[in-house]
């Protein structure tokens, strides 16, 4: 296909889009479009948010692909500046590319929004940095099914309390949120940050409608305050070898500021949201 | 400052830090505005309740007095304007980002159908 053509057939493909959302009957359209209802292992998609990742997106895609070959899986390139969107083009994925950086949290926003609207029943976050193990996936999926979580995190404290991996300014912070965690609801869940994550469609509303830094402590408060099931399950965690962490070190000062101010108005949102759907 | 003084710009800070909770709540105020907003309206707040600590203040500055009522009042006028000039940009911020997500989702699905990146399941269903 030529260049002209493939451009004209994605304006059509992408007018075709709008005009399903605005109808909202174009069901065929919607089916070819997600494939997730034509999908051996339905309903689950497996989703990457990638930001500068050149030096290990190709291995993470490979060892998702070599893992768990009957899911979907969706990238989303988060407006990187490196290699990152030349090498997705040549990888088996799908790839949701944001113009401009948006950041993590926006990111994984996109991945619920594509999930929501193609009718995923589960979405399964990780990193892009390959600190989480895409062969752990598995067992996380059967303990998400088996127990009927809402949430599922893939937690690096279950299992070893005493983990070193992450830099002293996050651990701590992670212990903070844990503890606050605590307090608010009730019980301890020890990996407030961790990326790795299964949500169920049922959740993926909320988490849309409401605002969140990153999907950590904030998400999880709201969430639980609003009656959902959130377990931790253990899981190993590799060092970043490549790529830079997003934690800078003025984000060791502002993230604690701002996720705490989340937690606090989620605590009161989720109160007014109760209201509302009792009245 | 007399105890009157006090109590309206009291008042007055805590009326701003219920608002700026308000606008965070409703997503019309980047949280991170709304820290430093939090945080300098607690400060002004202690500052004002405790006379003593506006006098160590002064001195540690190296001004010869301490602010007066009216310019706190002055203060508060400019922090309104710039909280209005900063959620306007925080609404447009969070339009542009909606737009982007939304174009990339509909990119990504029209892709997937084109079958430049195609879908494991879509494969399997149309080599049956």
């Known amino acids: 296909m030529d260049v002209k053509n493939g451009l004209r057939s994605e304006m059509v493909l992408l007018m075709l889009c709008v005009e399903s959302?605005?109808?909202?009957?174009?069901v065929f359209y919607h089916r070819l479009c997600c494939a997730t209802t034509m999908n051996r292992t339905p309903?689950?998609?497996?989703?990457?948010?990638a930001y500068n990742e050149a030096g290990t997106i190709a291995a993470i895609i490979g060892r998702v692909r070599d893992s768990l070959p009957d899911y979907d899986l969706l990238v989303v390139n988060d407006g990187s500046s490196d290699a990152t969107g030349q090498i997705l083009e040549t990888l088996d994925a799908t790839v949701a590319t944001h113009m401009c950086n948006l950041g993590y949290g926006r990111a994984v926003q996109t991945a619920i929004m594509y999930a929501l609207e193609c009718g995923y029943d589960a979405l399964v976050t990780l990193d892009a940095d390959?600190?989480?193990?895409?062969?752990?996936?598995?067992?996380?999926?059967r303990e998400f099914r088996k127990e009927g979580w809402d949430v599922l995190i893939g937690s690096r404290y279950v299992a070893a309390r005493g983990y070193r991996g992450a830099p002293l300014g996050r651990r701590?912070?992670?212990?903070?949120?844990?503890?606050?965690?605590?307090?608010?609801?009730?019980?301890?869940?020890?990996?407030?940050?961790?990326?790795?994550k299964i949500i169920r469609r049922t959740v993926f509303e909320p988490l849309t409608?409401?605002?969140?830094?990153?999907?950590?402590a904030e998400a999880i408060v709201y969430l639980m305050r609003l009656g959902y099931r959130i377990?931790?399950?253990?899981?190993?965690?590799?060092?970043?070898?490549?790529?830079?962490?997003m934690y800078t070190p003025i984000n060791y000062f502002k993230y604690p500021l701002k996720t705490s101010m989340l937690v606090l108005l989620g605590i009161i949102e989720a109160a007014l949201t109760r209201r509302r759907h009792r009245s | 400052m007399s105890l009157q003084g006090v109590l309206v710009l009291n008042l007055i800070a805590l009326a701003l830090l219920l608002w700026v909770l308000n606008l965070i709540r409703h997503g019309r105020l980047y949280v991170g505005y709304g820290v430093i907003f939090v945080i300098a309206t607690l400060g002004t707040m202690l500052l004002v309740s405790v006379p003593k600590l506006q006098t160590v203040l002064t001195h540690v500055i190296g001004a010869v007095f301490p602010v007066s009522a009216l310019t706190l009042l002055a203060l508060c006028f400019i922090v309104l304007m710039l909280l209005y000039t900063l959620t306007q940009l925080t609404i447009v911020s969070n339009r542009l980002s909606k737009l982007v997500q939304e174009l990339a989702?509909?990119?990504?699905?029209a892709a997937a159908l084109r079958g430049d990146a195609e879908p494991r399941g879509l494969r399997n269903e149309l080599s049956e």
């Open chain 1, 21 to 26: 959302h605005h109808t909202g009957e174009c």
């Open chain 1, 43 to 49: 309903g689950i998609l497996i989703a990457i948010p």
């Open chain 1, 130 to 141: 390959g600190q989480h193990q895409p062969e752990q996936i598995e067992s996380l999926l």
């Open chain 1, 172 to 196: 701590l912070g992670m212990q903070l949120f844990s503890v606050l965690v605590k307090l608010i609801i009730g019980r301890r869940v020890y990996d407030t940050s961790s990326g790795l």
């Open chain 1, 209 to 216: 409608h409401w605002h969140f830094v990153d999907f950590h």
């Open chain 1, 231 to 245: 377990g931790e399950f253990p899981v190993t965690v590799a060092e970043r070898t490549q790529g830079r962490s």
């Open chain 2, 105 to 109: 989702i509909e990119r990504a699905r």
